[in-house]
C-alpha cells in the first residue's frame, strides 16, 4: 500500500483522508465488564480531536475513511443502556460523515466491508498461481463440511441441526467441532484440512450473517453455501464484485 503512487502526506492536498483511528483495537480492549464511558471515551476524543483539524473543515470529514477490523454492528449501539452491546462511535455526529472499512458492511452506505483475513500470505503472484493450482487438484473425500458450534443461545440458528445431519452423514459429511472449549479451530492448519478435503462448505450465520470461515473455504476452492441472504449479498460489493467477481 505505501508503494501507490497517488499517496501523499500533504493531506491539505489529499482527496481522502485517512484517520490513523483502529476502532476494533480499542472496542475488543472495553467489550466486557466496562461501562458506557469507558466504551465511548476513545471514539469522543477521537471525534473532538478531528473536528479541530482544518483537513475536517473542508468537507465535514466526508473525505475520511477509517478501518474498523470489526463489524459495523460493534459501533453503533442503539441506547445508553449498561447492558448494550458496543461503543456508539458510528452515531456520533461526525462519525456519521466518515467512511469506515469493516469486516462485514451494514444498512448504512458509507460502510464499506471488507474480507476477512485470512492465513494465507503470498509474497508475490506465482505463489497465488501455485495455490491455485494445488486447490484444483486436490481430491475432496467429502461433499460437504461443516466447521463450527452450536449457538442453542440463538433461538433461530440453524446450527444445530447443521451439526445433527452432518454428524448422521459421516460418510458424506466431515464436521470440525468448535464448541467452546475445544482446540480444533483454534489451528488454520485443521480448518484448511477440512476444508480442502470437502466439496461444499456449510456457511449459517455466526455471531453476524458472515463468517471468516466464508473465506476460509474459497481459499480452499471449496464452495460456500449461504443460509442466510446476508450472508454475502450486498455485503462485499467493495471489494469483490467491482474487480468482476
Known amino acids: ?3 501507490y503512487e497517488c499517496l501523499t502526506n500533504d493531506s491539505s492536498i489529499a482527496s481522502a483522508v485517512f484517520v490513523p483511528f483502529y476502532a476494533g483495537l480499542d472496542m475488543s480492549m472495553y467489550l466486557w465488564g466496562y461501562n458506557i464511558s469507558v466504551r465511548d471515551s476513545a471514539s469522543l476524543g477521537l471525534v473532538k480531536w478531528l473536528a479541530e483539524k482544518p483537513e475536517w473543515k473542508r468537507m465535514l470529514g466526508r473525505d475520511h475513511f477509517l478501518v474498523a477490523g470489526r463489524i459495523a454492528w460493534d459501533f453503533r449501539r442503539q441506547t445508553d443502556n449498561e447492558s448494550d452491546w458496543g461503543s456508539k462511535l458510528r452515531f456520533l455526529p461526525e462519525s456519521k460523515n466518515m467512511s469506515m472499512l469493516s469486516i462485514e458492511s451494514s444498512s448504512w452506505n458509507n460502510d464499506f466491508a471488507i474480507p476477512y483475513p485470512t492465513c494465507f500470505h503470498p509474497s508475490k503472484e506465482s505463489e497465488i498461481f501455485e495455490w491455485q493450482d494445488r486447490m484444483r487438484r486436490q481430491k475432496r473425500q467429502y461433499l460437504f463440511s461443516f466447521a463450527g458450534a452450536p449457538r442453542p443461545e440463538y433461538q433461530n440458528s440453524i446450527r444445530g441441526k447443521i451439526i445433527d445431519e452432518c454428524l448422521a452423514s459421516k460418510n458424506l459429511c466431515k464436521l470440525l467441532d468448535c464448541n467452546y472449549g475445544a482446540t480444533n479451530c483454534d489451528n488454520p492448519v485443521n480448518v484448511m484440512r477440512v476444508f480442502q478435503s470437502s ?8 455471531d453476524s450473517y458472515t463468517r471468516r470461515s466464508i473465506f476460509d473455504s474459497i481459499l480452499a476452492g471449496c464452495i460456500p453455501v449461504f443460509f442466510h441472504p446476508d450472508g454475502d449479498d450486498y455485503k462485499y460489493t467493495f471489494s469483490l464484485y467491482g474487480n468482476g467477481i
Request: aromatic share 10%.
Open 199 to 206: 466439496t461444499f462448505c456449510l456457511q449459517p450465520p455466526g
Open 1 to 3: 500500500m505505501k508503494k
